[in-house]
Each structure stands twice: as C-alpha cells, then as structure tokens.
C-alpha cells in the first residue's frame, strides 16, 4: 500500500498551501489520519489529525487555528489547509494512515512508526 503526500512547494511568509495525502481505499479499513512534519536536524513532530469514526479533529500549538486538515472520502484524500505560514512552518511534511484508533492527542504525540502507512513526504519551504 503507498501513501503518497504532494503540494508541497516554496511559499512566502503569510501564504498559503494545501497538501494532499492520498491514501488507497480510504477511509475503509483506517481509523486515524495524521499529518507530521521534520525538519533538518529536529525530531519528527505531530502536526494534524483526524479520527474518521467521529470526524475529530485533533492539532498541535504551534499550527491551531492556521492548519485544517479535512477529507474527500469518494477521492480518498487527506487534506492539510495550511495559512499563515511562517518560516519556522518550512520541512518535510507526511502523511500516516492507520488501521488503530487513537485519540488524536496521543497520535501526535506519540508519532507510531510501526502498524500504520506513511508516504515519503513532501516538502514544504516558507521564505521571502
């Protein structure tokens, strides 16, 4: 199974971009979507998340009340709305589809490697 992330590009600060995650069959047989994000020399970070069993949403400090993510059940995509970049926004953004239900909180925060599907990323640079 391949998750593969895009949009991602060069924006400057205050911009906007959307990213998409596609993500073969979903929603069936997936009960948590995140979107993450590393940058070069930090540890990988939760972004976003979604719980398809109830539509939660779930977002970190640093991107709530900028950053949507939302689906497209019929397209099987994953969306990530993000405004107001800033600098500190830019890395490589991706995606995790999982099979387990989780709270979106402990899914940010505890970042599964294993048991679930990430794509390869996509890069996201935010600069004047």
């Known amino acids: 199974l391949q998750v593969v992330e895009s949009g991602g590009g060069l924006v400057e600060p205050g911009g906007s971009l959307r990213l998409s995650c596609a993500v073969p069959?979903?929603?069936?047989?997936?009960?948590?979507v995140g979107w993450f994000r590393q940058a070069p020399g930090r540890e990988r970070e939760g972004v976003a998340c979604?719980?398809?069993?109830?539509?939660?949403?779930g977002y970190t400090d640093p991107v709530k009340g900028r950053f949507t993510i939302s689906t497209d059940n019929a397209k099987s995509v994953v969306y990530l709305q993000m405004n107001d970049l800033r600098p500190e926004d830019s890395a490589t953004y991706y995606c995790?589809?999982?099979?387990?239900?989780?709270?979106?909180?402990?899914?940010?925060?505890?970042?599964?490697?294993?048991?679930?599907?990430w794509g390869q990323g996509t890069q996201v640079t935010v600069s004047s």
């Open positions: 069959g979903f929603p069936s047989g997936y009960h948590t």
């Open positions: 995790a589809a999982d099979p387990r239900w989780f709270y979106c909180s402990d899914y940010l925060s505890r970042i599964p490697r294993t048991g679930n599907y």
């Open positions: 979604f719980s398809i069993h109830d539509s939660s949403t």
